[in-house]
C-alpha cells in the first residue's frame, strides 16, 4: 500500500466530495492500491481493513470522535 500525496488528497477530496460513502473509499483504495488490483473485488471486510490500515499511516490509530444525541442534542465526545 503506497501512501497518497497531499495533493493527491486533496485531489481525491475534491473528486469524491458529492459520492457516497463507499464511492468514496474505493476512490481512496484506488489512490493506495491503484495498478495492483481494482478494489471494487475484494470483499467488504478486506476493503474495511485496508481502509482503515490508511487512515492509520496517515492520521495515527487513534480515532476521536464527536456526535450529538438525536433525543436530547447533547454533544457526544469520545475516542477509540
Known amino acids: 500500500m ?25 476512490l481512496m483504495l484506488e489512490a493506495a492500491v491503484g495498478g495492483e488490483s481494482d478494489p471494487a473485488d475484494f470483499s467488504i471486510g478486506a476493503r474495511d481493513r485496508l481502509l482503515l490500515e490508511l487512515r492509520s499511516r496517515l492520521f495515527g490509530p487513534r480515532v476521536d470522535a464527536v456526535e450529538s444525541c438525536p433525543a436530547c442534542a447533547a454533544l457526544l465526545e469520545f475516542d477509540f
Do not use: K
Open 2 to 26: 503506497r501512501l497518497p500525496s497531499t495533493a493527491a488528497l486533496i485531489e481525491l477530496w475534491d473528486v469524491g466530495y458529492d459520492r457516497d460513502p463507499v464511492d468514496r473509499g474505493l
